[in-house]
């Protein structure tokens, strides 16, 4: 018996426009993260999610602030 051929490769998705590549480790206090991951699932998004959109925010603002 003879196995059939292999089907070609579906093309690939492109890619994103940037990957997370680096990891921030904090520390916060319990309380406050539990109540931050709470309040980031009433919103139906994740607390990596609103960190990193913080993270662009605060250098968006500090670049037209002259880098201040």
Known sequence: M???????KP?????KKASHDAQLL??????????FMDACAQ???TA???VR???????RQ???AGGD
């Open 43 to 45: 919103q139906d998004t």
């Open 62 to 64: 500090k670049s037209h």
């Open 2 to 8: 003879s196995t059939p051929p292999a089907s070609p």
């Open 26 to 35: 904090i520390r916060i206090n319990r309380l406050d993260r539990d109540r």
């Open 48 to 50: 990596a999610r609103e």
């Open 53 to 59: 959109r913080f993270i662009r925010d605060f250098l």
């Open 11 to 15: 093309p690939s998705k492109p890619r």
